[in-house]
């Protein structure tokens, strides 16, 4: 299967989370993705999320609740450890639906709600850093 190629950010879609046209960062530094959650509680085995993003307005929807969600264990680029949520959704690129572990982070201080890295990206898109929205514009025509 040839690879696709994306640029360094593009708006993309997440049916299951009901968030459409999401600005992302294509971050070949990062080993997970990352997706922004403003409000996450633990409540009876299930994870209570709400996906909103002041500064981004496709980025709000109501309450989500995960049955199946696991935790692990995140080294961000200063060097600190973090044990955060992460949850498996799905995510459409190029018209096509695949899967995707995301983690659950605070990102309001962050240009984009969402971070997408080499564990996702792997054997299925070459990055070109020259490049933006290949995934949306490709979905335009």
């Known amino acids: 299967m040839a690879k696709q190629l994306l640029g ?10 009901n968030l459409y046209h999401i600005d992302v960062k294509i971050d070949t530094g990062a080993y997970t993705s990352a997706i922004h959650c403003s409000h996450i509680k633990e409540i009876d085995g299930k ?10 307005p496709n980025f709000k929807t109501e309450e989500i609740i ?3 969600y696991t935790y692990t264990d995140v080294k961000s680029s200063n060097g600190v450890k973090e044990n955060r949520f992460k ?8 018209g096509k639906t695949y899967k995707i ?29 020259d490049l933006e ?9």
């Open 8 to 17: 360094r950010v593009d708006k993309i879609d997440f049916p299951k989370l």
């Open 47 to 56: 994870l209570h999320c709400i996906f909103e993003h002041e500064g981004h």
């Open 66 to 68: 995960f049955d199946n």
């Open 87 to 94: 949850i498996k959704t799905d995510v459409i690129f190029f």
């Open 101 to 129: 572990n995301l983690t659950l982070s605070t990102r309001d201080d962050m240009k984009f709600p969402v971070l997408i890295g080499r564990q996702f990206l792997k054997k299925k898109f070459i990055v070109d850093v």
């Open 133 to 141: 929205n290949q995934s949306f514009n490709a979905s335009q025509q």
